[in-house]
């Protein structure tokens, strides 16, 4: 899984470099709907399976795109060729 991951990234950001723009979207996202359901369960509402699995993905999605992108963007300023030394890395 670490090696699709980085091989993503390389393929992706090779000639590009990351934007923050886009770490901080998706972390808005998240902290805005963990707010809105938060509120939510605080008011007394009980999700049934099918809300919380809608839920679980509004924000546990913007969160994991969050972290997965801050990573790359991370690992990307280390060095001009940093992404393709990792994809060689765990191809091992």
């Known amino acids: 899984m670490k090696a699709a991951f980085w091989r993503f990234a390389h393929q992706h950001y090779q ?3 990351p934007l923050l723009i886009v770490d901080a979207a998706a972390f808005t996202w998240f902290g805005f709907f ?4 938060a509120a939510a369960l605080l008011a007394g ?5 099918i809300e ?3 839920g679980l993905m509004l924000v546990g999605g ?3 795109v969050g972290v997965l992108h801050r990573r ?3 690992e990307a300023a280390k060095a001009p ?6 994809r060689l890395l ?3």
Request: charged share 20%; aromatic share 14%; proline share 7%.
């Open 15 to 17: 000639n590009r470099t």
């Open 34 to 37: 963990v707010l809105i359901y």
């Open 45 to 49: 509402w009980l999700p049934n399976f």
């Open 52 to 54: 919380a699995l809608v």
């Open 62 to 64: 913007p969160l994991m």
């Open 72 to 74: 790359i963007r991370i």
């Open 81 to 86: 060729d940093a992404l393709y030394r990792k």
């Open 90 to 92: 765990t191809n091992r």
